[in-house]
C-alpha cells in the first residue's frame, strides 16, 4: 500500500478558497487513479473528486463539481484539490484516496475501491 501524506486544511469563511495535497510514497497496488473523499462527522466517506495518472481524466461529485479542481503531478507522485466558493456544507476531514482496486474507472466510485487512505485533513467552512 501507499503511504499517503495530506496538506493544507484549516478555517476559511464560505467562498474563500483552500488547496489540498496529497503526496504519494511507497508500495504501491495500483497507480491507475488517486482522488478525494471526504466525511463530516456522523456520515461516511464521500466521493469528491478522481483523476487517472495516464491522461488525466477527472471526475467529480455534483456537489463540487464548477468549484473544486482535481490535478496531479506525475514526477512528484503528488495530487492536489483546489477548492473555491468554499460552503458550509463543504465542512469535512478530507481524505486522499489511492491504490485504485482495478483498471478503469467503475462508477458509483466508493471508498472501498481505494485501498490506501491518507490520515485526512479538517476543512472547516463557516458560515
Known amino acids: 500500500q501507499a503511504q499517503l501524506v495530506e496538506s493544507g486544511g484549516g478555517l476559511v469563511q464560505a467562498g474563500g478558497s483552500l488547496s489540498l495535497s496529497c503526496a504519494a510514497s511507497?508500495?504501491?497496488?495500483?497507480?491507475?487513479?488517486m482522488g478525494w473523499f471526504r466525511q463530516a462527522p456522523g456520515k461516511g466517506r464521500e466521493f469528491v473528486a478522481v483523476i487517472v495518472w495516464s491522461g488525466g481524466s477527472t471526475r467529480y461529485a455534483d456537489s463540487v463539481k464548477g468549484r473544486f479542481t482535481i490535478s496531479r503531478d506525475n514526477a512528484k507522485n503528488t495530487v492536489y484539490l483546489q477548492m473555491n466558493s468554499l460552503k458550509p456544507e463543504d465542512t469535512a476531514v478530507y481524505y486522499c484516496?489511492?491504490?485504485?482496486?482495478?483498471?478503469?474507472?467503475?462508477?458509483?466510485?466508493?471508498?472501498?475501491?481505494?485501498?490506501?487512505w491518507g490520515q485526512g485533513t479538517q476543512v472547516t467552512v463557516s458560515s
Open positions: 511507497g508500495r504501491t497496488f495500483s497507480s491507475y487513479a
Open positions: 484516496a489511492g491504490d485504485y482496486r482495478t483498471y478503469g474507472l467503475v462508477w458509483p466510485l466508493k471508498s472501498t475501491d481505494f485501498r490506501s
